[in-house]
């Protein structure tokens, strides 16, 4: 059996249209519930409200249970009501946080969720190896994942080490490091570009966003490539036909930049991870 995973985060505003596509596949036979895993995320100004925002986005899926469900960002902000994704600035344009209200207290309430039967699962995302550390220590139910931002430009060997030896499952989102969206957003440069990453996508005789998703796959990482383009979707699957040898994933870990994409600093007014 395959099982089919969806990612839908509250922040994108795509959880009513694709709760209607979900009712109308499950009603004319396409899909069944048990055959798809399901993610969405807690936006941050709904950290005090979670079992709340949980609830919202079932209702908006026409759910009764999430597969996982992620805090999106480690960081409180001032709520704007349950549901919204609105990011609040003070009268210095910068992101009003919420200081009033700890990760932990977040956890916990997550953590009631998966009691309550409403997420069978619950994780972290953008979390670095002290929050990471500090969400273990305080847990009752440990992560499941921490989903971040890594790709050839942005490895982060050490964080992902440490998320996998104490059974956090890593999943990289931006696993292509952004191409044209991060581009346009932020004005980041793309490992697309990279010429050792061409050379090695055409030893193998494929693409280089291939040859990247490889590279994720056999870092053990889980890798959610996003297109709008269904040949894209199709190419995005046709990675588990080759593997990269150990001498070229070495040759993989010297282009690394440290170097992130998503910044979030250029609308919130403020570096988070400074």
Same mark, same amino acid.
């Given at each position: 059996?395959?099982?089919?995973?969806?990612? !839908?985060?509250?922040?994108?505003?795509?959880?009513?249209?694709?709760?209607?596509?979900?009712?109308?596949?499950?009603?004319?036979?396409?899909?069944?519930?048990?055959?798809? $895993?399901?993610? +969405?995320?807690?936006?941050?100004?709904?950290?005090?409200?979670?079992?709340?925002?949980?609830?919202?986005?079932?209702?908006?899926?026409?759910?009764?249970?999430?597969?996982?469900?992620?805090?999106?960002?480690? =960081?409180?902000?001032?709520?704007?009501?349950?549901?919204?994704?609105?990011?609040?600035?003070?009268?210095?344009?910068?992101?009003?946080?919420?200081?009033?209200?700890?990760?932990? +207290?977040?956890?916990?309430?997550?953590?009631?969720?998966?009691?309550?039967?409403?997420?069978?699962? !619950?994780? =972290?995302?953008?979390?670095? #190896? $002290?929050?990471?550390?500090?969400?273990?220590?305080?847990?009752?139910?440990?992560?499941?994942?921490?989903? #971040?931002?890594?790709?050839?430009?942005?490895?982060?060997?050490?964080?992902?080490? $440490?998320?996998?030896?104490?059974? !956090?499952?890593?999943?990289?989102?931006?696993?292509?490091?952004?191409?044209?969206?991060?581009?346009?957003?932020?004005?980041?440069?793309?490992?697309?570009?990279?010429?050792?990453?061409?050379?090695?996508?055409?030893?193998?005789?494929?693409?280089?966003?291939?040859? =990247?998703?490889?590279?994720?796959?056999?870092?053990? +990482?889980?890798?959610?490539?996003?297109?709008?383009?269904?040949?894209?979707?199709?190419?995005?699957?046709?990675?588990?036909?080759?593997?990269?040898?150990?001498?070229?994933?070495?040759?993989?870990?010297?282009?690394?930049?440290?170097?992130?994409?998503?910044?979030?600093?250029?609308?919130?007014?403020?570096?988070?991870?400074?």
């Amino acid at each position: 059996m395959m099982l089919y995973c969806f990612f !839908i985060f509250a922040d994108y505003q795509n959880e009513a249209e694709v709760g209607e596509a979900l009712a109308e596949a499950f009603q004319i036979g396409l899909a069944k519930r048990e055959d798809l $895993f399901i993610t +969405t995320k807690l936006w941050n100004s709904d950290h005090g409200h979670v079992v709340e925002a949980c609830k919202d986005s079932l209702k908006k899926l026409q759910l009764d249970y999430l597969d996982l469900y992620l805090v999106h960002f480690p =960081i409180a902000i001032k709520h704007t009501g349950v549901g919204t994704t609105t990011s609040a600035l003070d009268e210095n344009g910068v992101l009003d946080i919420d200081t009033t209200i700890s990760l932990e +207290t977040t956890w916990h309430a997550m953590e009631d969720l998966v009691s309550m039967g409403l997420v069978r699962s !619950i994780g =972290i995302s953008n979390y670095d #190896i $002290f929050l990471t550390r500090d969400c273990l220590a305080y847990s009752k139910i440990k992560p499941a994942v921490n989903q #971040i931002e890594t790709h050839p430009y942005f490895q982060r060997d050490s964080l992902v080490k $440490f998320c996998q030896k104490h059974g !956090i499952c890593v999943t990289a989102h931006t696993p292509l490091g952004g191409a044209t969206a991060n581009t346009e957003w932020f004005g980041s440069v793309s490992c697309l570009d990279d010429p050792v990453i061409k050379v090695l996508a055409e030893k193998y005789n494929k693409t280089v966003g291939q040859l =990247i998703l490889r590279w994720g796959i056999q870092r053990n +990482t889980v890798v959610i490539p996003k297109t709008s383009k269904i040949e894209r979707l199709y190419e995005n699957y046709q990675v588990f036909d080759f593997t990269i040898s150990n001498q070229d994933m070495d040759k993989m870990k010297g282009i690394d930049r440290k170097y992130r994409t998503n910044q979030p600093a250029k609308f919130w007014g403020i570096d988070l991870y400074a």
